[in-house]
């Protein structure tokens, strides 16, 4: 059974730092591109930052410089290293694993930022 389990979010204030992971089952996050999204109240779920098999990493514009995605591969784990927090940051993160025409999802996390 595939599962990606996040853990990680939180209350934080603007300015601090926060890291999420996500464990995902090992027969898919090998084979998988692993990114993480978020959807704020009212909004459409967005992509993050995400990160290839390969290695090759995607941001948003908008966590560029702040945000950081890495893997551990012997630990089937994904992290996203989040600093410089703002109020907009605000929202559910979802893990997100893609292998071919697959595309599965994790329970989500909440982080809240208090300006």
């Known amino acids: 059974q595939v599962q990606l389990v996040e853990s990680g979010g939180g209350l934080v204030q603007a300015g601090e730092s926060l890291r999420l992971s996500c464990a995902a089952s090992?027969?898919?996050?090998?084979?998988?591109?692993m990114g993480w999204y978020r959807q704020a109240p009212g909004k459409q779920r967005e992509l993050v930052a995400a990160e290839g098999s390969g290695g090759r990493t995607n941001y948003a514009d908008s966590v560029k410089g702040r945000f950081t995605i890495s893997r551990d591969n012997a630990k089937n784990t994904v992290y996203l290293e989040m600093s410089s927090l703002k109020f907009e940051d605000t929202a559910v993160y979802y893990c997100n694993a893609k292998m071919g025409a697959l595309n599965y999802w994790g329970q989500g996390t909440q982080v809240t930022v208090s300006s």
């Open positions: 090992r027969s898919i996050f090998s084979h998988s591109a």
